[in-house]
């Protein structure tokens, strides 16, 4: 996902610089930023969480995967002021307001980058958890005492 999401920004920074460069083969770039990176993103947000869900891994490693989709569904809604500004007039009068996918994105990246973190830190708990249950299981307490 991390990859992914890298990807993403260096899409958007290419195809930016492009477009202001006037290079229409360069801008081309932002038809992956934002069709194929998003649909990546989405994709692999899904297979995590099915994967999630038949490893059976505890809910908070499920929702950080789940947490990229409406992340994802926000980044599409901030870009509308800017990019589609005659569809809702009154968010058109505020392209000011397409700042916030920009600082969405950077949520998306923070999170894509401590997610390896936490989950290797919960990996951690639950491989730790089956030695302290049966320390403390009931047939261990009546053999100990």
């Known amino acids: 996902m991390l990859v992914v999401i890298i990807g993403q920004f260096i899409a958007a920074g290419a195809g930016v610089f492009s477009t202001m460069a006037d290079d229409a083969s ?10 194929a990176g998003p649909l990546a993103v989405l994709i ?11 490893g059976r891994l ?11 989709i409406p992340l994802l569904f926000l980044q599409s809604l901030f870009i509308i002021p800017y990019r589609y500004p005659t569809d809702i ?19 998306i990246f ?17 491989s730790q958890r089956p030695a ?6 009931p047939g261990a307490l009546a053999s100990g005492g």
Not at 44 to 54: D, E, K, T
Not at 132 to 137: A, I, P, Q
């Open 26 to 35: 360069g801008a081309y770039i932002l038809r992956y930023h934002t069709i």
């Open 89 to 107: 007039p009154a968010l058109g009068r505020m392209p000011w307001l397409s700042a916030l996918h920009v600082v969405n994105a950077l949520f």
């Open 58 to 68: 505890p809910w908070r490693m499920t929702g950080l995967a789940a947490a990229f």
């Open 44 to 54: 692999l947000s899904l297979v995590m969480i099915i994967a999630a869900f038949i």
């Open 110 to 126: 923070w999170l894509a980058f401590q997610w390896p973190v936490w989950t290797q830190r919960d990996l951690r708990e639950l």
């Open 132 to 137: 302290e249950l049966t320390l403390e299981s």
